[in-house]
């Protein structure tokens, strides 16, 4: 064989090496990518919020119309008044799943954003992870399988107050039956491993 059959040899058989690997590489991230989507299918999934199971569909909204709050004398126990702080806990419970999670916690300020409620933060309490904001109002944590199989539970606490503003409490207090009301949206998908980026609006 001379040495341009031989180059010419070569040369094919390094082409078809690259364009098997090329092959390999698709098809592993393809299958990669199709298995991120449906490993909860073949997997145990339920998801429990403050009791209530989220598993199907896996976003459910709630509305919280109750509050701890600090009590104060001449202030009825478990009503917020101005110059009092208050919070509301959301409990995520995946004791009976085996993938990693994800959740999102979007909190709807629509009907205190013409008070003078306003939230402090939003703390994870069991377990002191640090949330991600990764939207205006909605606030991102993981609970990995390893946490899961350990039995972790995350408790997440919004805590509020009402500043103090003799105009707008007088026209606030001036309603009849009038009830602080805090919808709140919980997503929850599996967790994959990729990064969660911050909100920076």
Not at 80 to 94: C, E, K
Not at 142 to 165: A, R, S, Y
């Amino acid at each position: 064989m001379n040495k341009k059959k031989m180059i010419i040899v070569l040369f094919l058989i390094l082409l078809t090496i690259f364009v098997v690997c090329a092959i390999i590489y698709t098809y592993a991230t393809f299958t990669s990518e199709f298995s991120g989507d449906m490993k909860v299918d073949n997997a145990t999934w339920k998801i429990v919020v403050n009791n209530t199971d989220i598993s199907s569909p896996t976003v459910k909204s709630f509305t919280i119309d109750a509050l701890n709050v600090d009590e104060s004398q001449g202030v009825e126990p478990g009503k917020l008044a101005p110059g009092l702080n208050g919070n509301f806990n959301i409990l995520i419970d995946p004791s009976d799943t085996d993938v990693s999670i994800k959740y999102e916690i979007t909190i709807d300020t629509q009907y205190i954003d013409d008070t003078n409620i306003e939230i402090v933060s939003v703390e994870e309490k069991n377990n002191r992870k640090n949330l991600i904001c990764t939207d205006e109002n909605t606030y991102t944590g993981t609970i990995l399988l390893d946490d899961i199989k350990k039995g972790t539970t995350d408790n997440i606490q919004v805590n509020v107050k009402w500043e103090d503003n003799d105009l707008k409490d007088i026209e606030i207090g001036e309603k009849p039956n009038n009830q602080i009301k805090i919808p709140v949206e919980i997503k929850v998908s599996q967790y994959l491993g990729e990064t969660i980026e911050e909100y920076d609006g």
